[in-house]
């Protein structure tokens, strides 16, 4: 397995400053690096041990940051709008690539980030030449909102509260109502991934757990489409970079090798 270095930064956006991580093999394979985009209530600190992993089987870059209001970023006071998805890709990702120097890269997201990564392939076609969605919704579900329920119950005890902050320190309740409020707000009753996954031209891998409590099996048919590559999880529930991080990489490092080899789309990683 190749060493690794990490690397911290900040980038400076319209809102406030942004936190980023990187994970870079000493002799990499592939000068273009996955980004990841968290969930919704997800930071760096939270993919724990995943970009690592990643780093060191892909043979390339892997960076992630925390979304403005999240994790280490800063703050933010107001709430998230309708469009948040698409306007997080087209805003705050070429800032991200802008100042790391990265002239292409390979989006993947979880569950919102996983939107997010889509919406980064359809919007910025020249930068982003892959996208991988993990327990990515396409739509708004009852059992999304159902799972938002039974979480929002969850978190009205401290304990849960603490855990939050934990990673996202005084802006843990911005970042909880941002989420719970977002998804039940009757105007967002409509918004779905059609538009962005229309205009995606990319290659796209698109994996999600059988038990996906957030998510029915709807949602990685609705992503693949009819040119698109879904694999389900076995017994994996919401969390597949938490519950079965091994298996995850080597799925991804599949895809991106038999990629590679059958159209040259995605640069090599060996």
């Known amino acids: 397995m190749p060493e690794i270095s990490d690397r911290e930064y900040w980038i400076e956006s319209p809102g406030g400053r942004l936190f980023a991580k990187s994970w870079t093999p000493i002799d990499p394979g592939s000068t273009t690096p996955l980004i990841l985009f968290h969930d919704s209530l997800g930071?760096?600190?939270l993919w724990r041990q995943f970009p690592q992993l990643l780093a060191k089987a892909l043979n390339r870059?892997?960076?992630?940051?925390d979304r403005l209001g999240f994790g280490r970023s800063d703050r933010?006071?107001?709430m998230l709008s309708g469009d948040f998805v698409a306007m997080e890709a087209e805003q705050y990702v070429p800032l991200l690539c802008e100042s790391l120097s990265v002239n292409e890269f390979i989006a993947c997201g979880h569950s919102v980030g996983g939107g997010m990564a889509v919406w980064a392939g359809a919007s910025l076609p020249r930068l982003c030449k892959g996208v991988i969605t993990i327990a990515a919704q396409a739509f708004v579900e009852d059992r999304t909102l159902a799972g938002i329920r039974i979480a929002e119950r969850e978190f009205e005890t401290p304990d849960n509260m603490s855990r939050l902050a934990k990673y996202h320190g005084d802006k843990a309740e911005w970042v909880l109502h941002a989420w719970i409020d977002t998804w039940q707000d009757p105007a967002f009753v409509d918004w779905s991934l059609?538009?962005?996954l229309r205009l995606l031209r990319c290659p796209q891998l698109t994996i999600h757990g059988e038990y996906d409590e957030f998510g029915s099996l709807e949602h990685p048919r609705r992503i693949a489409g009819t040119h698109g590559e879904p694999r389900i999880l076995s017994g994996i529930g919401h969390n597949p970079h938490r519950e079965c991080p091994e298996l995850l990489v080597e799925i991804i490092e599949d895809w991106l090798?038999?990629?590679s080899s059958a159209s040259a789309k995605i640069p090599a990683d060996r």
């Open 76 to 78: 933010r006071t107001d």
């Open 61 to 65: 870059q892997v960076i992630a940051y």
């Open 194 to 196: 059609d538009a962005a």
């Open 257 to 259: 090798t038999s990629q």
């Open 43 to 45: 930071c760096v600190a």
